[in-house]
């Protein structure tokens, strides 16, 4: 039970070498390839959601076999696995953590944003991102990134760690929430706004929700923005400056 456990939390795509593999010789179907594959494992996904996948699904997509899709992947956890960090290589705009003119809380609040993007354009990550190793090259560029930025805010090295947690556990957190909220709307057919004005309206009129309702009025009154969107940018906005500004008070303390 022990050994198996252990297979488990170290069993990776990119460990065992399989994502290098282009095919298994001889007899692959023509016009397939593995980066083909996983970018339209990438684009049902993003249409479908992850409990709709399946290589069955993928193959009728690509127009060929299910059996056709394993000669490029040898299990459908090989596939997102490498999906994912298909994704994590659309985190093109990066900062430069090697810049030493440049501000690290510039450079946190970049990152924070880049990957709260990539939650809400991809719902499907965050459960694949906390089930695999996340060790891809790209998924690697983007913690290396982190880490380096975090570096750079001066605090003591044991720190570093915890700091890291505390902003991009709540980034995570953040955008797996919006992520789902986005996709709950697109399947009831209507714009953000109109979800959150129809929603509202049910829960003012609800005998067990009205009063908490009505309690919170003036706070999202004061919490400003006409559209779900900017509400949310505000919010992600200001819990991202107090994280920041909870790093500068640590640092200050020593």
Do not use: C
Not at 8 to 15: D, E, K
Not at 131 to 140: D, F
Not at 145 to 155: A, C, D, K, M, S
Not at 193 to 222: C, H, V
């Amino acid at each position: 039970m022990a050994e198996t456990a252990k297979g488990a939390a170290q069993r990776s795509v990119w460990l065992e070498g399989k994502a290098r593999r282009r095919g298994r010789g001889g007899g692959q179907p023509s016009g397939l390839d593995r980066d083909r594959i996983t970018a339209v494992t990438v684009r049902l996904l993003d249409a479908e959601g992850l409990a709709k996948f399946s290589m069955r699904r993928l193959a009728a997509e690509l127009n060929v076999t299910a059996m056709s899709v394993y000669w490029y992947v040898d299990t459908k956890d090989d596939l997102l696995e490498l999906a994912v960090d298909a994704v994590f290589g659309e985190l093109t705009a990066l900062p430069d953590p090697t810049d030493e003119d440049a501000d690290w809380r510039e450079q946190l609040r970049a990152l924070a944003t880049e990957y709260r993007g990539l939650l809400v354009r991809h719902p499907w990550l965050s459960p694949l991102a906390g089930h695999y190793l996340n060790i891809g090259p790209h998924s690697l560029v983007f913690s290396r990134t982190v880490q380096q930025v975090v570096r750079r805010t001066g605090l003591p090295a044991h720190g570093i760690t915890g700091a890291i947690s505390a902003v991009f556990q709540f980034v995570y957190g953040y955008g797996t929430i919006e992520g789902h909220f986005f996709a709950r709307v697109a399947d009831a057919g209507l714009t953000p706004d109109e979800y959150f004005r129809q929603a509202m309206t049910a829960t003012a009129g609800a005998p067990q929700t009205a009063e908490i309702i009505e309690e919170s009025k003036n706070l999202m009154a004061a919490r400003g923005g006409d559209t779900v969107e900017e509400m949310m940018s505000r919010d992600f906005t200001f819990a991202l400056d107090l994280l920041i500004a909870g790093i500068e008070a640590m640092v200050e303390r020593g």
